[in-house]
Structures are given as structure tokens and as C-alpha cells.
């Protein structure tokens, strides 16, 4: 998937950042395995705690308080702080709960949510993995999701 993305962002020009949680640079490694990847990936970061998400991509204190750092707002908070950030054309945010601990009924362990942002658009993902896969495991199956993702919005952009 990662060289099909590369293909598309090169083919269109544009460039690419990432910020990350829950998948704690996975997804930034994928996108780097192609060669050449420095020709449209821009800068990305892993903002795992909220503090970070807050000082580094701009993350209102309000959203999470109010919504917490895993809710749509927060992705999509998230996202554009890194268009601000970077100048990228495409910027993707990720944010969720791995386990194995944590979660709540409200915000299980396996929910992660993720935004893809634009000047001209933007859409928000919810993804629900089963949470009795691993860690390991889940962030994986997190950034396959959000790579299948980043690759259908940009047949669209």
C-alpha cells in the first residue's frame, strides 16, 4: 500500500506529515520504507502525550479535557496543527488506545481515531480492532487501516 500512496503523492505532487499516538511512528516508518520517500514525506512526529499534543501540534486544552485525546476532535485537532506545523498538502493524525490496559466501555482498548486534513477537505476515521489482539499486533492492523485510508482519500484529492 505504501508504494501505491507514493506513486499517487508523487504523481500529484504533493507532500505528506504524520502525527502520531497510538501507533507511535509506525505509520511514519511505513510510509519511509519506500525509497525515495524524502521527495513527498515532509516531517513527522509522535505525539504521545497529551502535553505534546497540546504544546507541539496545538491541540486545544478544552478538547481534551472535554473530548478527550482519543475522540474525533482531538484527530482532527491534531491533523490540522500539523498542516500549521509543516505546510504539508496531506497531513494524517492518529490517536487511540492500544492496550493491552486501559480503555473504558465508552473508549475500549482497540478504538483509534484518525484524520486525514487538507486545505480544501477533510475526513475523520473511527476504527474498532478487537481488543484481545496484542499490542504489537494492533498497532500494526491500526496503521494498515490508516494507510488503506490515506490511499483511498488521495484517489480523491
Do not use: W
Not at 507541539?56 to 486544552?61: D, T, W
Not at 498538502?89 to 492500544?98: E, L
Not at 475526513?123 to 500494526?140: A, C, G, W
Not at 491500526?142 to 484529492?157: G, P, S
Request: a positive charge; aromatic letters at 6%.
Amino acid at each position: 500500500m505504501e508504494k501505491k500512496i507514493a506513486e499517487i503523492l508523487i504523481q500529484k505532487k504533493l507532500t505528506i506529515s504524520t502525527a502520531e499516538s497510538c501507533t507511535g511512528g509506525l505509520l511514519s516508518s511505513k510510509l519511509t520504507d519506500v525509497a525515495g520517500s524524502s521527495a513527498y514525506v515532509t516531517l513527522n512526529v509522535v505525539t504521545y502525550a497529551n502535553e505534546a499534543k497540546h504544546k507541539i501540534l496545538g491541540v486545544s486544552m478544552d478538547t481534551l479535557k472535554n473530548y478527550g485525546a482519543v475522540s474525533e476532535e482531538c484527530a482532527l485537532e491534531m491533523a490540522q496543527g500539523l498542516q500549521k506545523l509543516t505546510g504539508s498538502d496531506v497531513c494524517v493524525s492518529t490517536t487511540g488506545i492500544a492496550g493491552p490496559a486501559g480503555g473504558s466501555k465508552e473508549k475500549p482498548v482497540g478504538l483509534m481515531y484518525s484524520a486525514i486534513y487538507t486545505q480544501r477537505k477533510h475526513q475523520i476515521y473511527k476504527i474498532l480492532l478487537s481488543p484481545n489482539i496484542d499490542r504489537v499486533t494492533m498497532k500494526e492492523e491500526f496503521a494498515k487501516a490508516v494507510l488503506n485510508n490515506i490511499y483511498t482519500f488521495l484517489a480523491f484529492v
